[in-house]
């Protein structure tokens, strides 16, 4: 079963920029259609962004044009490339794969404030 670890989050003011990245356990990472989610404080955790083994990719409105997601299946890694970050993208983020197994790691902080 794949395990996923985010890491790269921190505190940024609006208009930064942040690269988040997930190092997958298991082989099984390449076949996955892996996925970036967030939660915000008080509200319930929402699909952030998507690409399949073959390379389609898709966005939330919310952040459509500002985010790209990335994998390099060579590394069972995959990224969130965050541009022109807004406070409304404070949030822990976390990625899976889409549908979601059961392992959800412990997720990485972004913080957008000035």
């Known amino acids: 079963q794949v395990q996923f670890v985010e890491s790269g989050g921190g505190l940024k003011q609006p208009g930064g920029s942040l690269r988040l990245a997930c190092a997958a356990s298991?082989?099984?990472?390449?076949?996955?259609?892996v996925a970036w989610y967030r939660q915000a404080p008080g509200k319930q955790r929402e699909l952030v962004a998507t690409?399949?083994?073959?390379?389609?990719?898709d966005y939330s409105n919310s952040v459509r044009g500002r985010f790209t997601i990335a994998r390099d299946n060579a590394k069972n890694t995959a990224y969130l490339q965050m541009n022109a970050l807004k406070p409304d993208d404070t949030a822990v983020y976390y990625c899976?794969?889409?549908?979601?197994?059961?392992?959800w790691g412990q997720g990485t902080q972004v913080t957008v404030s000035t």
């Open positions: 690409r399949t083994p073959s390379g389609t990719t």
């Open positions: 298991g082989s099984a990472f390449r076949t996955l259609t």
């Open positions: 899976n794969a889409n549908p979601p197994t059961d392992h």
